[in-house]
């Protein structure tokens, strides 16, 4: 029976005469012209890496927490079949701890000149795009004891796109939505609404609501009935500065910001509502314009992914120029920033006139909700500080609140999970109201 492999080595080895023995390889392989041959045989029989081809097929986005399967497929014009181990190299960031082992690393037979599949599953912990590196092949000749090794650039990236966990509340606000819209006749007061119907005049309704011609015409007074005005702008901002990096729970701030922009923009585009994203600190980071209904929340949800946080000060000045430039007509901006003191005070405040000048204004802030536990802290001398730490932060956030409102912002102050229906029981208010 033929001997192969790690058993045809120590056969070889135990046939060398005592004291001829040379811990090198150079020297087994010059006293031993039989393991010199088998040695040789086995790397002439592995087939050859460089002349392999790759090709990739598969997912090209992904939403985070959800896995991205990418096929590779090696196709071997060698007239010897490949033995190979392969591993396809990912950043650390596309699995969780411990899974990258498992999921880069396959063993591949393939004979001469056909070609076979493998798969790599990524599961990706952080948003963006993740860019394929290096695949590297081994491969083995019949014995074992040799091996081919040679690498290829095999490009792919996958988008991993923010998670939107709000949307399980968009069913809800589409309800409200539909009554506004009309399903259930809303009177509305102010400007900026569409005439819906008449119907008849109840005590309590507005006086300045009575058509007195359909009234001339019937034997009972008419009103009219309104419904939101359809094809308004609306424009998200988000700071992309330095506040927004500050981490609430396991995420930056800028995540909970994205997520309830993304509600919100789903929400506004279903009531026919024309929605542009600008992301901002000292220059543009995405922008997102002129997107029809269907293509809008893609479109957002492309745009967010790659954003991160930069460390530097958001230039508010600059900001308002651009929010100013890219809102042509009277819109509601929405500002998804900070509520510290400082940067609202220093940055914000003395620019603030001109967006509220021309655009309604609500600006959301993401809220710790470890401040809410710590207000209640009692028990120890350390629990007391804390609670009076968490008081005063929590009281600087309400008078920088009070300030914005004194201007004319509307201010939804909400933690991460409750930060995107309160946005969106803004908008649906300021629509109820008219005022959009």
Not at 17 to 45: E, K
Not at 74 to 89: F, G, H, K, Q, W
Request: hydrophobic share 40%.
């Amino acid at each position: 029976m033929a001997l192969t492999g790690r058993t045809a080595l120590l056969a070889a080895l135990g046939s060398l005469p005592v004291g001829i023995w040379d811990p090198s390889w150079t020297g087994i392989l010059a006293v031993n012209t039989p393991l010199a041959l088998a040695c040789a045989c086995d790397f002439a029989l592995a087939a050859p890496v460089r002349r392999l081809r790759l090709t990739r097929s598969g997912d090209t986005s992904v939403r985070l927490g959800d896995p991205a399967d990418v096929t590779l497929t090696i196709t071997n014009p060698a007239r010897r079949p490949l033995r190979a181990a392969l591993r396809d190299a990912w950043p650390p960031s596309s699995w969780h701890s411990g899974m990258e082992y498992e999921s880069s690393r396959h063993r591949v037979n393939i004979p001469a000149g056909e070609r076979r599949r493998v798969t790599t599953r990524l599961e990706p912990t952080r948003r963006g795009d993740r860019t394929a590196d290096r695949v590297t092949i081994r491969s083995y000749g019949p014995l074992g004891l040799f091996t081919r090794q040679g690498t290829h650039r095999v490009p792919w990236t996958v988008r991993v796109l923010p998670p939107f966990h709000s949307r399980k509340h968009l069913p809800s606000k589409l309800a409200r939505l539909r009554e506004l819209d009309g399903r259930t006749s809303v009177l509305t007061r102010g400007e900026g609404t569409e005439f819906d119907s008449l119907r008849e005049y109840v005590p309590g309704d507005d006086t300045r609501s009575i058509d007195w011609r359909a009234t001339a015409r019937h034997s009972a007074v008419a009103v009219r009935t309104w419904r939101p005005e359809r094809d308004r702008h609306i424009l998200l901002v988000l700071d992309t500065g330095r506040t927004s990096a500050g981490r609430v729970g396991d995420a930056p701030r800028l995540d909970a910001s994205m997520d309830a922009a993304l509600l919100l923009g789903a929400l506004a585009s279903r009531a026919g509502d024309r929605v542009d994203l600008l992301a901002y600190d000292r220059r543009t980071r995405a922008l997102v314009q002129g997107r029809t209904a269907g293509d809008v929340l893609p479109a957002l949800v492309n745009a967010m992914a790659p954003l991160e946080p930069e460390l530097i000060e958001t230039d508010a000045r600059g900001l308002t120029a651009t929010a100013l430039h890219t809102a042509h007509r009277r819109s509601l901006i929405v500002l998804l920033t900070s509520l510290d003191a400082a940067p609202i005070e220093e940055g914000l405040l003395p620019v603030l006139s001109r967006l509220t000048k021309r655009h309604t204004v609500v600006l959301a802030s993401v809220a710790d909700p470890n401040i809410e536990s710590m207000t209640s802290a009692r028990g120890t001398t350390e629990a007391i500080y804390d609670a009076a730490s968490a008081s005063q932060a929590k009281a600087e956030r309400q008078r920088t609140a009070e300030q914005l409102t004194r201007h004319g912002v509307t201010v939804v102050d909400a933690t991460p999970s409750e930060l995107a229906p309160a946005l969106a029981d803004a908008y649906l208010a300021l629509k109820s109201a008219g005022r959009l």
